[in-house]
Structures are given as structure tokens and as C-alpha cells.
């Protein structure tokens, strides 16, 4: 797999985050994506790479 992780800065907060927690439970990008659809979070699962990937600015 190749690395898409861009330099930490200032525009997204939050990704490094959520690409630990998603991890740290053990989760794919495909089951955390199923449950922001129950809680009624729309998301894609190309917006959720670009969070993580720090592309997607939060």
C-alpha cells in the first residue's frame, strides 16, 4: 500500500485521531463508515481516507 500521509499542520486537526482510534478498535475504514451511517453521519469512504490521509481539511 502506498503512503498518503501528508505533513501534520494546521488544517486537519483531526484525522491523525480518528485513523488511531478507528485502529485501536480494531475497525476498517468500512465498518467505521457503517456506523457514522446508523448515528446518521453521511460520509463516503473517499472523504474518510482523505481525513485520515490528512488531505481533507476538519
Given at each position: 500500500m502506498r503512503l498518503r500521509k501528508q505533513a501534520l499542520g494546521t488544517r486537519n486537526l483531526?484525522?491523525?485521531r480518528?485513523?488511531?482510534?478507528r485502529k485501536s478498535e480494531g475497525m476498517k475504514q468500512k465498518d467505521l463508515?457503517?456506523?457514522l451511517q446508523v448515528q446518521g453521519i453521511d460520509?463516503?469512504?473517499s472523504g474518510l481516507s482523505?481525513?485520515?490521509?490528512?488531505?481533507?481539511?476538519?
Open positions: 483531526v484525522g491523525a480518528v485513523e488511531a482510534a463508515l457503517a456506523q460520509m463516503n469512504a482523505k481525513l485520515e490521509g490528512q488531505i481533507r481539511y476538519v
